[in-house]
């Protein structure tokens, strides 16, 4: 397995996945001012460059494990890998980092309209400067990918829908602790279900 495709996997779920988490982002830079219309393709263009910074991460770790002959998507093939992957997802929900991604994502008039610049060049800085954040608050539960499968419609969507839910939905940061916990029991789970399986 070479690491091109896997990495342009990765960038197709990852621009899948956070197009509706950055959708309201888009539209904030929009109204900011008429000049910043032409400031939305360098802001995204930005916020990309980030998330290509953990899709290459990403697929360096999918193709190591590969060769490894470790499965990917572990499922119940790897339960203890898939359980690491729940329970550092379910622990990151806990986190301060987590906190401090988090509250940015979702407050992006008042960062917009301290930190907006005119030109293509400031635009497309503070796209990736709101990216990395993104990938501060999401990147455990993207990461999950690889314990349910990126091709996996229903599990991707599940996680897709938690991400918008937490960075634009009013009760969104509430949700953050119980996903954390729901994380953390789902990988005891996959621990003793495996202990059944085999």
């Given at each position: 397995?070479?690491f ?11 621009a899948?996945?956070?197009g509706p ?11 900011i001012?008429?000049?910043?219309r032409h400031?939305?393709i ?12 953990f899709?290459?991460v990403a697929?360096?770790?999918?193709v190591?494990?590969s060769?490894?002959?470790?499965p ?11 359980a ?17 991604c988090l509250s ?6 008042g ?26 608050c ?7 990918a ?9 599990w991707m969507?599940?996680l ?31 621990l003793?279900?495996s202990?059944?399986?085999n």
């Amino acid at each position: 397995m070479s690491f091109w495709p896997v990495f342009a996997m990765w960038m197709a779920m990852t621009a899948i996945m956070m197009g509706p988490v950055v959708y309201p982002w888009l539209r904030a830079l929009d109204r900011i001012a008429p000049a910043s219309r032409h400031s939305v393709i360098p802001f995204a263009g930005g916020y990309i460059l980030a998330w290509a910074g953990f899709s290459a991460v990403a697929a360096a770790v999918h193709v190591t494990l590969s060769a490894l002959s470790l499965p990917v998507p572990f499922a119940m093939d790897a339960p203890v890998l898939s359980a690491a992957a729940l329970g550092l997802a379910g622990t990151f929900q806990f986190t301060r980092l987590k906190e401090a991604c988090l509250s940015h994502c979702r407050s992006p008039a008042g960062f917009l309209l301290t930190r907006w610049r005119p030109g293509a060049a400031a635009s497309t800085r503070l796209g990736l400067e709101h990216g990395l954040y993104c990938v501060g608050c999401c990147w455990a539960l993207m990461a999950l990918a690889l314990a349910v499968g990126m091709i996996d419609l229903l599990w991707m969507g599940l996680l897709m829908a938690v991400m918008v839910a937490e960075t634009t939905l009013p009760f969104g940061a509430r949700l953050t602790r119980p996903l954390g916990f729901t994380l953390l029991t789902a990988g005891a789970a996959v621990l003793v279900m495996s202990q059944f399986v085999n």
